[in-house]
């Protein structure tokens, strides 16, 4: 998995270690530009671009919370969530703005995190004997509540 929040880290890490050991004036001029940059990355977020880069992937998350809804076998579920890695995939991490990345990225990979975590929870319990899907379902339900928790969240960093 590439991961955007650790990236997002990564930056902020650089601006704030770019800034030690000055006499301060570097340091106020580096403020006022990551002042700019991230009024920038935030209006960039919302843009035709950002919906263009990273919509697919926020609208497949959302068609598989609504067929959630309706119920699937786990045969679908992990069809599903395969046709989600593709489509995750498919996102040009390497040319999203910090506040794409921030705002619909790293919350949308959170929730596909979840998803592959139920799948991998739902898969454990058929592989074992004995285990009943009931005795998992109130883990996958929270797995699935915290994706759409995180999806609510992408969709709304998308629309911004």
């Known amino acids: 998995m590439r991961s955007w929040p650790i990236a997002s ?3 902020l890490g650089l601006a704030v270690l770019s800034g030690c050991g000055d006499d301060g004036t570097a340091t106020a001029h580096k403020e006022a530009t990551a002042q700019v940059e991230a009024r920038t990355s935030t209006q960039q977020q919302g843009s035709p671009r950002c919906v263009a880069q990273v ?3 926020v609208d497949s998350l959302d068609t598989l919370r609504r067929q959630l809804a309706v119920g699937l076998t786990y045969e679908e579920y992990i069809d599903e969530v ?3 890695r593709r489509v995750y995939r498919d996102v040009p991490v390497d040319r999203l703005s910090v506040g794409c990345v921030l705002a619909p990225g790293a919350p949308g990979e959170s929730a596909f995190n979840e998803y ?11 592989a074992t004997a004995g ?4 005795s998992v379902e109130p883990e996958l ?5 915290r994706a759409s928790d995180r999806l609510s969240e992408a969709q709304a960093g998308l629309r911004s």
């Open 9 to 11: 880290l990564a930056l």
């Open 55 to 57: 919509g697919a992937f």
């Open 82 to 84: 395969r046709r989600l």
């Open 116 to 126: 592959i975590d139920v799948a991998n929870a739902w898969g454990d319990c058929l």
């Open 131 to 134: 285990c009943e899907t009931a």
């Open 141 to 145: 339900q929270r797995g699935w509540e």
